[in-house]
């Protein structure tokens, strides 16, 4: 029983000692990796030499660089790229954005804009893209846009979105029908009145057609 008893113990201690070894091993190779990574954001090899920036016509290249948080001399892996596309996503006119970093420094910025697509009279003239999101408040009329009326735009802030309401939906509906390429329609609608019961659309040679109801 005795030898039992120590073999048994001897066993416990091993098994002990086994952990032991393959935890302080994880730690030491943990701490390597950490002091590494520490290294090398704490040094001038991962620092910004250039920024190129393309893609951009209505977004200036200086706003793209004060979004992005990339400067000349600052360090491109503090930030996520997925937290920098991120926030250039969330400025109204850019749709997405691509970055690319070379080991000497140099960022590639190449964002897609969103393309004004509607115009809606609020104050000011509310600029839309496709997907209905607003791009800017402009105080001019665009000739070569599709004219929205006949609903109200709750928050009508660049980067919100219009038609977002449960009860919108099928105007929203109606919207991308009127777009499909099968009805030859796209370019050809200068104005859409969406009211509750009606709704109304004016093509660029003033044929005004109605749909008494959205379901139609």
């Not at 201690?13 to 030491?28: A, G, H, W």
């Not at 599709?146 to 980067?159: D, I």
């Amino acid at each position: 029983d005795f030898m039992k008893k120590m073999e048994k113990k001897k066993r416990k201690l091993n098994k002990k000692k086994r952990y032991f070894r393959i935890f302080s091993r994880f730690f030491i190779f943990f701490s390597f990796i950490f002091l590494i990574i520490f290294a090398l954001k704490n040094s001038n090899f991962f620092n910004v030499t250039s920024i190129s920036i393309e893609g951009n016509k209505n977004v200036s290249a200086a706003k793209i660089k004060k979004v992005s948080g990339l400067h000349k001399g600052s360090k491109f892996f503090v930030v996520s790229k997925k937290d920098r596309v991120k926030k250039l996503k969330s400025v109204p006119y850019i749709e997405d954005a691509k970055i690319s970093y070379n080991l000497r420094g140099r960022v590639s910025i190449r964002v897609k804009e969103r393309v004004p697509y509607y115009q809606l009279d609020v104050n000011d003239y509310l600029l839309v893209d496709d997907n209905f999101r607003i791009l800017e408040n402009s105080d001019k009329k665009r000739d070569n846009l599709v004219n929205l009326s006949g609903f109200n735009v709750e928050n009508p802030q660049a980067g919100n979105y219009i038609l977002t309401n449960k009860e919108d939906r099928e105007k929203r509906d109606l919207l991308l029908e009127l777009r499909n390429d099968e009805y030859s329609l796209r370019g050809n609608i200068r104005d859409i009145e969406l009211l509750d019961s009606i709704s109304t659309f004016t093509t660029v040679d003033g044929v005004k057609i109605e749909f008494g109801s959205y379901s139609n």
